[in-house]
């Protein structure tokens, strides 16, 4: 079974940072690409950022270029986002995204989404 | 960036009523690379149809998908209960990969 579990979530001042984390078992992580996609409060899906599965590819929305940095480290299984210069447009939920096929990029839906962490950025 | 508009953006019916819901793109999409996604309040959105008529592993077959180029529609044949939600359409023939607002089936 697919699963996909995000956490480092929180509280953080306009200016700071955060370093969220998923975690995915059920399936060959290392073969899929991987999305960040968040979700404001009360508003739409909007995508943040995919990283290739070996990592060596990664793109993202304008809205967060040269601030968010996607990794993975596939001996853990684990995708990351790091999130510098944070802003209050930034608060949303941010769920972890796998592509649905393996090998693919960005030509590809979403078939498996975490629970979300909620990143809230208040002063 | 393709600007992907849903409508309308609340529809209200009753159970048993067939739902049709419409996604327009700014431009086309190329070899229908359109989603449709179910979301439920406090939950992570759920993958219905790809490849704008492909229904998702485990999807019921009331749920289908038509449309092709800049004009997609999802329909509901029977509402169930527990069909009562969020909707999004997604392209993701092209980078970013955009979403629509949203139409909202809600229980009339």
């Known amino acids: 079974e697919v699963q996909l579990v995000e956490s480092g979530g929180g509280l953080v001042q306009p200016g700071g940072s955060l370093r969220l984390s998923c975690a995915a078992s059920?399936?060959?992580?290392?073969?899929?690409?991987m999305s960040w996609v968040r979700q404001a409060p009360g508003k739409g899906l909007e995508w943040v950022s995919v990283i290739s599965g070996s990592g060596g590819s990664t793109n993202y929305a304008d809205s967060v270029k040269g601030r968010f940095t996607i990794s993975r480290d596939n001996s853990k299984n684990t995708l990351n986002l790091q999130m510098n210069s944070l802003r209050a447009e930034d608060t949303a939920v941010y769920y972890c995204?796998?592509?649905?096929?393996?090998?693919?990029?960005?030509?590809?839906?979403?078939?498996?989404w975490g629970q979300g962490t909620l990143v809230t950025v208040s002063s | 960036e393709i600007v992907l508009t849903q409508s309308p953006g609340t529809l209200s019916l009753s159970p048993g009523e067939r739902a049709t819901l419409s996604c327009r793109a700014s431009q086309s999409v190329s070899s229908s690379y359109l989603a449709w996604y179910q979301q439920k309040p406090g939950q992570s959105p759920r993958l219905l149809i790809y490849?704008?008529?492909s229904r998702a592993t485990g999807i019921p077959d009331r749920f289908s998908g038509s449309g092709s180029g800049t004009d997609f529609t999802l329909t509901i044949s029977r509402l169930e209960p527990e069909d009562f939600a969020v909707y999004y359409c997604q392209q993701y023939g092209s980078s970013p990969r955009t979403f629509g607002q949203g139409t909202k089936v809600e229980i009339k």
């Open positions: 059920g399936f060959t992580f290392s073969s899929y690409a």
């Open positions: 995204a796998k592509n649905m096929r393996s090998g693919s990029y960005y030509t590809d839906p979403f078939d498996f």
């Open positions: 490849g704008a008529s």
